[in-house]
């Protein structure tokens, strides 16, 4: 559950979620749930003319499945905070393997 | 879909029953909420997107276009006045820019299974009625030829891209399936 978490603290940030079939979609995130499905704001196809069946969408809801990247604003991470967070999540986990 | 709310008393709990406010003791303490958790996210995603035109992307690539008038909890979804649509384009040795082509066909009410869904976007009914930029509408048999030719030729190189990867020891992530 740490990255839902995580996303959920990225939400009304602009992000590019890349999908297994190499279509970018560029956005503001507006919602996250726990199977990491992404609803986006205001989208835009970072290669129009490749992909022009999106041209006229002004939101979308992206099945968390089918999601290879997010590109994630550099300004908006924590990194030391989610380094230290992975790792007592990865200790938890071993603790409960036990 | 279930009409669940916040609001709704509890299901009665198994055996005993509620006790109607006897001299028992106390009524019991308000109980956890039975929605599943989902119902907060997903579901609620869905409910902003009810009686919408939606553009939907399947697995297999293709892109349906409809109304949306029901769903459940696991995105099987109610599509009414559904369109499909297809893309082409048509490489001119000409011209480096190649010529878009779409077309529409007509189907009716559509009920899709939710694992089947890639992505479904709301149509912005203002830009609507413009054609895809870089597009032109065309007969639906000549770009839906076009397409065909153009995926199969598209899976002819991505198989073989596959089978040159796996002989390097490498494995896709989705291969033999190619998603457009």
Partial sequence: MLFFSFFKTLIDHEVTVELKNDIQIRGTLKSVDQYLNIKLDDIHVVEEIKYPHLSSVKNVFIRGSVVRYVHLPAAAVDVPLLEDATRREAANQAGKGK | ?180
């Fill in chain 2, 1 to 180: 879909m279930e009409h669940l709310s916040i609001h709704d008393p509890p299901p009665p709990q198994p055996g005993g029953g509620p006790h109607p406010g006897g001299p028992q003791g106390p009524p019991p303490p308000p109980q956890a909420q039975q929605l599943p958790p989902q119902m907060f996210t997903t579901a609620a995603q869905l409910l902003d997107l009810t009686d919408k035109k939606l553009l939907l992307v399947l697995r297999d690539g293709r892109k349906l276009i409809g109304i949306l008038r029901s769903w459940d909890q696991f995105a099987n979804l109610v599509l009414q006045s559904t369109v499909e649509r297809v893309f082409a384009t048509v490489s001119n040795p000409k011209d480096p820019h190649p010529k878009g082509l779409y077309a529409d066909q007509l189907h009716g009410i559509f009920l899709v299974r939710g694992e089947n869904v890639l992505l479904l976007g709301e149509i912005d009914l203002d830009k609507d009625d413009d054609p895809p930029f870089g597009y032109e509408k065309a007969e639906f048999a000549v770009v839906k030829k076009l397409a065909d030719e153009q995926k199969a030729a598209e899976k002819s190189k991505e198989t073989r891209r596959i089978k040159k990867l796996a002989t390097l020891g490498f494995e896709g992530e989705n291969m033999g399936e190619i998603l457009l």
